[in-house]
Nanobody
Framework: QVQLVESGGGLVQAGGPLSLSCAASGSISSFYVMVWYRQAPGKQRESVASITRGGNENYADSVKGRFTISRDNAKNTVYLQMNSLKPEDTAVYSC????????????WGQGTQVTVSS
């Protein structure tokens, strides 16, 4: 069993940066992909950014050019650097880990709240 713990959320003004971390209790190298999701009130959860074991990154169109995902296998941690934040980025951000190329995620974190004020 692997636990994922997110941190770094908080309140930030529009245009500002925020960095999130997702620390795993076990090795993240065993996972094919690590994914950051977000869910805003009244909206469906959406995938924000993902990074594969090989380092391939993928981003939602809404965050391209503003968010950067990275992973540190030695620290078993995945990061999400968020710049130029907008009020519409306000959501609960969660990380997830998946061993397979497709299918359901194997593990989820509890999430961290990000609030962007205008």
């Amino acid at each position: 069993q692997v636990q994922l713990v997110e941190s770094g959320g908080g309140l930030v003004q529009a245009g500002g940066p925020l960095s999130l971390s997702c620390a795993a209790s076990g090795s993240i190298s065993s996972f094919y992909v690590m994914v950051w999701y977000r869910q805003a009130p009244g909206k469906q959860r959406e995938s924000v950014a993902s990074i594969t074991r090989g380092g391939n990154e993928n981003y939602a169109d809404s965050v391209k050019g503003r968010f950067t995902i990275s992973r540190d296998n030695a620290k078993n941690t995945v990061y999400l650097q968020m710049n130029s934040l907008k009020p519409e980025d306000t959501a609960v951000y969660s990380c997830a880990a998946r061993r397979s190329i497709i299918g359901l995620n194997d593990y989820w974190g509890q999430g961290t709240q990000v609030t962007v004020s205008s």
